[in-house]
């Protein structure tokens, strides 16, 4: 049973730079096929896709975001994180982890596995 635990602080001040790492267990990052997400739910709205890394460690974000958004691993404690940087209170949400299955076109066929997800308000 592949497990997958958020974390991180969970507030930080405008301009500053969001970190979340997830933290993986029953299963490798590195597992051909395999896509570790990050997504996030804003108080009220919808789930908002922030980008993936894949098995073979390459990138893809939200265009919206992309030129905040970093994804990053670190195979040898299989660990995907999380980095958004210049946030402002309208980044505030909840953050999940999640493994996806598949792709279909540019979305996600299948998220197979969930954090619990973690609350990251943005204020000073």
């Known amino acids: 049973q592949v497990q997958l635990q958020e974390s991180g602080p969970g507030l930080v001040k405008p301009s500053q730079t969001l970190s979340l790492t997830c933290t993986v267990s029953?299963?490798?990052?590195?597992?051909?096929?395999?896509?570790w997400s990050w997504i996030r739910q804003p108080p009220g709205k919808g789930l908002e896709w922030m980008g993936v890394?894949?098995?073979?460690?390459?990138?893809y974000y939200s265009p919206s975001r992309q030129s905040r958004t970093s994804i990053s691993r670190d195979t040898s404690e299989n660990q995907f994180t999380l980095q958004l940087s210049s946030v402002t209170p309208e980044d505030t949400a909840v953050y999940y982890c999640?493994?996806?299955?598949?792709?279909?076109?540019?979305?996600?066929?299948?998220?197979?596995?969930w954090g619990k997800g973690t609350l990251v308000t943005v204020s000073s």
């Open positions: 999640a493994r996806c299955a598949y792709y279909s076109g540019a979305y996600c066929g299948l998220y197979e596995y």
């Open positions: 029953g299963g490798s990052i590195t597992t051909n096929n395999y896509y």
């Open positions: 890394i894949t098995w073979s460690g390459k990138t």
